[in-house]
């Protein structure tokens, strides 16, 4: 891994088109501006991998559980 | 065209019904073609198979009818897949849902990653919602 000193109001550049910029350190919080063009997706990590774990357990359901959830819903409501 | 399905065999699909996810779902990368199809009558949920993968297949529902006042921004996701001219009536959100293998009743739905779909381009991407105050694990199956 690159590892790189900056102090706030600096920046690194990735390739062409993205900028890193430090804001602001606070304490043991550092807030980042990223620049980069609109179809680079750009994600707190915690929270993507959330997600992507989500949709790995989501994506094996059995029809008949669903079946049976609907079932469980309708008569719920 | 005609698509293999582990849970539903051979089906028939139009070609301009397909949806195209530049970026596939979150974990799913490769697989970027899915088809949108209703559960059953009287079920509020859709199968969103992939058009590339017979076994995967996800359960997806409008988050309105469990989360009335369920608010996210789609501006940003709309904007990074260039879908400038877009407006309401072009797009739908889905939630993910989520059933723990013979635990229907602990069916949960996903409120962090909204899939948006421009049904007018056949276009879809993941949204990743970052502050919200929403779970990743919702419950569907409690009296609200």
Do not use: C
């Not at chain 2, 005609?2 to 089906?11: C, H, P």
């Not at chain 2, 979150?26 to 590339?52: A, I, T």
């Not at chain 2, 993968?53 to 260039?82: G, H, I, Q, R, W």
Request: proline residues 5%; aromatic residues 8%; neutral net charge.
């Amino acid at each position: 891994m690159l590892v790189i000193t900056r102090k706030p109001g600096e920046r690194i550049t990735i390739g062409d088109d993205i900028v890193v910029t430090v804001i602001e350190v606070k304490g043991s919080l550092v807030r980042l501006g990223v620049d980069a063009p609109r179809s680079i997706s750009i994600h707190r990590q915690e929270i993507f991998e959330r997600i992507q774990k989500q949709n790995l357990e989501a994506s094996g359901i059995d029809v008949s559980d669903l079946n049976m959830a609907v079932a469980i819903l309708n008569k719920i409501q | 065209m005609k698509i293999t399905t582990t849970r539903f065999g051979v089906i028939s699909v139009k070609k301009d019904k397909i949806i195209y996810m530049p970026s596939g779902m979150l974990g799913f990368p490769e697989k970027k073609r899915f088809v949108l199809f209703g559960h059953r009558e009287n079920s509020p949920f859709l199968w969103y198979q992939s058009v590339d993968d017979p076994s995967l297949a996800f359960v997806v529902t409008s988050p309105f009818l469990f989360v009335p006042n369920y608010d996210v921004e789609v501006d940003e996701a709309a904007k990074s897949m260039s879908w400038d001219d877009a407006d309401e009536n072009d797009l739908e959100l889905y939630v993910i849902a989520n059933i723990p293998k013979g635990e229907p009743d602990k069916i949960t739905a996903n409120l962090i990653g909204p899939l948006l779909i421009n049904i007018r381009k056949r276009q879809a991407v993941q949204m990743v919602i970052a502050s919200s105050p929403y779970s990743h694990k919702y419950s569907l199956a409690v009296r609200q």
